[in-house]
């Protein structure tokens, strides 16, 4: 009863920020993201019936014994299973863990993978999108590689690949600017923006036409329309978050200096656009052959303390460990 499982983070195009509803953790609109290949998670998961309550070592270090969160998934994945045991889940990320890298999306998508694998849990169980969902609202898209689009459906969500790391070379460039872990969780910070913020009605009536615009532009590899909308996305997250009382200022000097050369570069006619999530770094999207461009000009830029790059990656999936 044991498996090991290979998750990508993913960074959204089109962002959501806000809960439709807070206990099934689902989001107040879809998105639309591209898969970090260059960013790794890799979880252990052994159900055990020696154990006395579900154990996590993350990146080396046992974590307190509460982690509502991750019991939770493992309880849904036990219900599909009919297994009572514990499990022990031994999770290593290669790169700063809760500091606006998504690290919870690789986190809950190689959670549910390994688990499911050691449960016996077919790995085309539809119900694993929604389980991952409880632990991460990005978690589902990184099931998949590529381009992700999550909608919300009725009263749940779908997900698809739009496209595979293949279908569009496209890489991104994630400059470091922090190692140091956020104050306030995505969860936390999106329910005080729902009802704080003044904007936050704007961000859900003006999302959907975003969306929906972004999808054509992948399914066209329109990448000029994609940078604007992905940017102007981010934007609006950001606007909302800033508004939040108090308000969520994710942002540091270097942030914006590393925003600002991007659109330089792009007026200067490079291809490469920005987003930033809920955190300092700032990941840089482009065509695989302006990466190294990209990159140099990115690792340039003060305060920037390193930059990893990388393809669109595939989605989660078993590894032996
Ligand atoms: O996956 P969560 O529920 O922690 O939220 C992540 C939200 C953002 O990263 C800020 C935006 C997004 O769509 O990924």
Redesign the pocket.
């Known amino acids: 009863m044991r498996a090991c499982a290979m998750a990508h983070p993913n960074v959204?195009l089109i962002?959501?920020?806000g809960k439709r509803e807070a206990a099934a953790n689902l989001p107040a609109v879809g998105?639309l993201?591209v898969t970090l290949g260059a960013l790794r998670t890799e979880t252990t998961v052994v159900f055990d019936e020696m154990l006395s309550h579900d154990v996590l070592i993350l990146n080396g270090v046992e974590q307190p014994s509460e982690h509502p969160r991750l019991t939770a998934c493992l309880d849904a994945l036990r219900a599909l299973s009919g297994c009572q045991f514990n499990a022990q889940v031994v999770s290593e990320n290669d790169f700063p863990t809760g500091a606006g890298l998504?690290s919870?999306?690789s986190g809950y998508a190689a959670l549910v993978t390994a688990a499911a694998a050691a449960l016996g849990i077919d790995a085309d169980e539809p119900r694993l999108f929604d389980i991952a969902r409880i632990g991460?609202?990005?978690?589902p898209r990184s099931l998949y590689g590529g381009v992700a689009l999550l909608r919300n459906e009725g009263d749940g969500t779908q997900i698809e690949q739009l496209i595979t790391p293949e279908d569009w070379a496209l890489s991104v460039v994630v400059a470091v600017t922090t190692e140091v872990a956020k104050d306030t969780t995505?969860?936390d910070g999106m329910e005080q923006s729902r009802l704080t913020s003044p904007y936050y009605g704007q961000w859900i009536a003006t999302h959907e036409a975003d969306l929906e615009r972004a999808v054509d532009c992948v399914r066209n590899r329109d990448f000029d329309t994609l940078a604007e909308l992905a940017e102007h996305s981010c934007l609006k997250?950001h606007s909302v978050m800033m508004t939040t009382r108090p308000p969520l200022l994710y942002w540091s000097p270097t942030t914006l200096a590393a925003m600002l050369k991007i659109l330089t570069m792009r007026n200067d006619g490079v291809p490469v656009f920005f987003t930033i999530?809920?955190g300092p770094q700032v990941k840089a999207v482009c065509p695989t052959g302006v990466a190294g461009e990209v990159e140099s000009e990115l690792a340039g830029v003060p305060g920037v303390l390193r930059t990893i790059t990388g393809e669109l990656g595939y989605g989660a999936r078993i590894v032996a460990g």
């Open positions: 959204a962002k959501y920020w998105s993201s998504a919870s999306a991460s609202g990005s978690a995505s969860r997250m999530d809920a």
